[in-house]
């Protein structure tokens, strides 16, 4: 692994509306906000520019939010930041940009191609417009296959898009609709979340009302199985647990999250995971601006495990991958692992969750199904 490559996450949290199992941080679509959260984005990214002078940029991901909210006025600046900083990037740099397929246009396509944002996520969710409904989305399925469409053949051809599963009143016959429908999409790439009832969101404070329309645990399982099946038999490749991609269009991004390749996190409530620490900047856009104003660090989290706890964790989430661990590489880089874990990779090995083989560990199909219950009993 090439140590110098860095990734950097841009969390732009304007919204028309949040949806009801959203938990991330978002504020309204208002200009003045806009203006406010620029001016606190550029004293933020001169904090760090010193920090970057020996790395090697690989990916750049403008999360939310719904980021093309803030126009490719405002996109292009935040670039040219980056360009006119003179730091290195890599010749075949990822630029990812979230998106809503309501908000999809060809000229916003252009736009957004034109200062060189070369992939769009977009979020999804169902191809089923009840579920649509359910989960307070604002496109219809219809809005959704035409927003694919126009994104692809307006300069964007590496399109990833998000689904949905365990969602209030989702059938596995219609989850397997939305999979059938969704491979015969111009898309590279495809990410799959359960629905997770997060504390703060609308679904966690209805929850009582919702959860007898929830799928039970058998149904969840098999809907996660079925996509798997139907995505590998219209030869798609799963890579990671929850992604999939054709045309070796792999997320690079997210594939550094899943290697602990170091990120930094810009704005209001952004992560970061760099030199073995983890840290969140303060997730309110008022303070954000202000501490930046004061010349004082947005931070408002930080922590760095103990190195046996640290080397747990990275194991956990290097499994995500479905290429597995090299055991011998992870040693030479981290050190060997503590008794108790070998002890405990050796059980789950046992017990067909993981396979160990030519040095090699890797979840099973099993662990694959289970894979929380593997990363819980690593950790």
């Keep these: 692994m090439n140590n110098r490559l860095v990734s950097l996450y841009f969390h732009i949290p304007f919204c028309s509306r949040k949806c009801d199992y959203c938990h991330f941080y978002v504020i309204p679509n208002k200009d003045p906000y806009k203006k406010q959260f620029m001016e606190g984005l550029k004293l933020e990214w001169r904090r760090w520019q010193s920090e970057l002078e020996d790395k090697k940029i690989c990916s750049i991901y403008f999360g939310g939010g719904t980021p093309t909210l803030l126009g490719p006025d405002n996109i292009e600046e935040i670039l040219r930041w980056i360009r006119e900083s003179t730091l290195c990037t890599t010749p075949n740099l990822e630029v990812?940009?979230?998106?809503?397929?309501?908000?999809?246009?060809?000229?916003?396509?252009?736009?957004?191609?034109?200062?060189?944002?070369?992939?769009?996520?977009?979020?999804?969710?169902?191809?089923?417009?009840?579920?649509?409904?359910?989960?307070?989305?604002?496109?219809?399925?219809?809005?959704?296959?035409?927003?694919?469409?126009?994104?692809?053949?307006?300069?964007?051809?590496?399109?990833?898009?998000?689904?949905?599963?365990?969602?209030?009143?989702?059938?596995?016959?219609?989850?397997?609709?939305?999979?059938?429908?969704?491979?015969?999409?111009?898309?590279?790439?495809?990410?799959?979340?359960?629905?997770?009832?997060?504390?703060?969101?609308?679904?966690?404070?209805?929850?009582?009302?919702?959860?007898?329309?929830?799928?039970?645990?058998?149904?969840?399982?098999?809907?996660?199985?079925?996509?798997?099946?139907?995505?590998?038999?219209?030869?798609?490749?799963q890579y990671e647990v929850s992604a999939f991609q054709k045309d070796g269009l792999s997320s690079r991004h997210n594939v550094g999250y899943w290697t602990a390749r170091p990120f930094l996190g810009f704005g209001p409530s952004a992560f970061s995971y760099w030199k073995g620490k983890r840290f969140r900047n303060v997730a309110d856009l008022s303070r954000y601006s202000r501490v930046l104003k004061e010349g004082l660090s947005p931070v408002d989290f930080e922590e760095e495990l103990p190195e046996v706890d640290k080397k747990r964790e990275l194991l956990a989430i290097n499994l995500r991958m479905l290429e597995g661990v090299d055991m011998g590489e992870f040693a030479r880089r981290h050190g060997d692992l503590d008794r108790e874990t070998a002890t405990k990779l050796q059980e789950l090995v046992q017990q067909g969750l993981l396979s160990w083989s030519d040095n090699k560990l890797k979840l099973t199909r099993r662990g694959l199904l289970l894979y929380d219950a593997v990363a819980t009993e690593i950790i």
């Design 96 to 237: 990812t940009l979230e998106a809503n397929p309501e908000d999809i246009s060809s000229s916003l396509v252009r736009s957004f191609a034109a200062i060189g944002v070369n992939r769009l996520s977009i979020g999804i969710q169902s191809l089923d417009d009840q579920l649509l409904k359910e989960i307070s989305r604002q496109h219809s399925a219809h809005t959704a296959r035409d927003a694919v469409i126009t994104a692809s053949q307006n300069g964007i051809p590496n399109i990833s898009v998000d689904l949905m599963y365990d969602l209030p009143r989702q059938t596995l016959t219609s989850w397997e609709k939305t999979l059938d429908e969704a491979v015969n999409l111009p898309i590279t790439h495809l990410s799959l979340y359960n629905l997770v009832l997060e504390p703060q969101t609308v679904f966690f404070k209805k929850k009582d009302e919702i959860k007898e329309f929830l799928p039970d645990a058998l149904t969840s399982q098999r809907m996660y199985e079925s996509a798997i099946d139907t995505l590998e038999k219209h030869g798609w490749t």
